[in-house]
């Protein structure tokens, strides 16, 4: 529903003279959403930062979530083409799905535990 949002705001605005850019947008947010989600599930599986009342126990896990904001605000004053933003954005997100998963099969049996 954003992506779809965004291209209506961006053809309602003024639009782009690459019709290609919609496409780029519609795919692209979609990406965004399943990298953080990936990402944010890895560091739940590997670096447990909740107890059983939810609560924050692992500062290794606060900073990593942290780090993981500050370096996407710091990438949006990246000025590139849309074109080129939408392929870096598919491949970081799918190598860092492959990676993910395949560190978590290998090493959540070994760090996932509930903190009490």
């Known amino acids: 529903t954003i992506a779809l949002a965004l291209a209506v705001l961006l053809y309602l605005s003024g639009g782009t003279d690459?019709?290609?850019?919609y496409a780029v947008i519609v795919a692209s947010?979609?990406?965004m959403s399943v990298f953080l989600s990936v990402h944010y599930l890895t560091l739940y599986y590997l670096l447990q930062p909740y107890s059983a009342d939810t609560e924050v126990k692992s500062?290794?896990?606060a900073i990593a979530a942290l780090a993981t904001y500050a370096i996407c605000y710091l990438l949006a004053?990246?000025?590139?083409?849309a074109p080129a933003f939408g392929a870096l954005v598919a491949v970081f997100c799918i190598s860092y799905c492959v990676v993910a998963s395949v560190l978590v099969y290998r090493l959540a049996p070994r760090t996932f535990?509930?903190?009490l």
Request: proline share 17%; net charge positive.
């Open 18 to 21: 690459d019709p290609a850019n």
């Open 29 to 31: 947010v979609p990406l």
């Open 59 to 61: 500062v290794t896990s």
């Open 77 to 81: 004053w990246i000025r590139i083409p």
């Open 113 to 115: 535990r509930l903190r």
